[in-house]
């Protein structure tokens, strides 16, 4: 969806190092989801955020980070990279009751 | 939180009608019923959501009988463009006890010309 926009959209990272994806969304929503997929398995969920101030752990939360700097716009930090982090990670938004609009997905790989 | 059941995979042949059914049996009452679908190497895109009894669309059809501990996703004859993996999710996408939904493995559908 257009609307959701992940940068970059696939990356090559070392163990130890620090890397940063960015979400952008143009649809004006207050919720911002992290969530990452492993292959053949379902989405998991790293954070979410109801809004600028607010920040919640998902399901697999240890290891990664995130700031929500607007309403449009959250971003998911991996301090030190390790391989098992290799994954597709999505960034999602949604409005209050209403479902979620994904983004085409950040393809990481750690090495 | 709810805990949903669905196939793992299922096969069918273009224009075929499938029915990918999803157990829920500790839907709680303020949960909805969400499908979404998701192509390979994309973002899961939302289908169709409901409550209780029949909700269709111009894609799907959603049937959820009347104790809701289970629902039934219909996708009126398919095509090869249908093949996709089918993720059923129970919860409450509101303030109060905000339950993360949960995606799971989802349903592989198949479609063969």
């Known amino acids: 969806d257009a609307d959701v926009t992940q940068t970059p959209r696939n990356r090559i990272t070392k163990t130890g190092k620090r890397i940063m994806l960015e979400c952008s969304q143009t649809?004006?929503?207050?919720?911002m989801y992290w969530y990452r997929q492993d292959p053949g398995l379902g989405l998991r969920l790293i954070y979410y955020?109801?809004?600028?101030?607010?920040?919640n752990k998902g399901e697999i939360s240890d290891g990664y980070s995130v700031s929500r700097q607007a309403q449009a716009k959250f971003s998911l930090s991996l301090e030190s990279a390790i391989p098992n982090q290799t994954a597709l990670y999505f960034c999602?938004?949604?409005?209050?009751?209403?479902?979620?609009?994904f983004g085409p997905g950040t393809r990481l790989l750690v090495l | 939180l709810a805990k949903t059941t669905q196939p793992i995979s299922m096969d069918s042949y273009e224009g075929q009608e499938v029915n990918i059914t999803c157990s829920h049996n500790n839907i709680a009452t303020n949960d909805y019923i969400t499908w979404y679908q998701q192509f390979p190497s994309q973002g899961p895109r939302f289908i169709i959501q409901?409550?209780?009894t029949k909700v269709t669309n111009e894609v799907a059809s959603l049937f959820i009988p009347a104790d809701r501990k289970s629902s039934t996703l219909s996708l009126p004859r398919v095509s090869l463009s249908d093949t996709a993996v089918y993720y059923c999710l129970v919860g409450d996408e509101g303030d109060t006890g905000f339950q993360k939904l949960v995606f799971g493995t989802g349903t592989r559908l198949l479609v063969s010309p």
């Open positions: 999602a938004t949604s409005d209050f009751r209403e479902t979620q609009y």
């Open positions: 409901g409550y209780k």
């Open positions: 955020s109801f809004d600028v101030k607010d920040i």
């Open positions: 649809k004006g929503h207050d919720r």
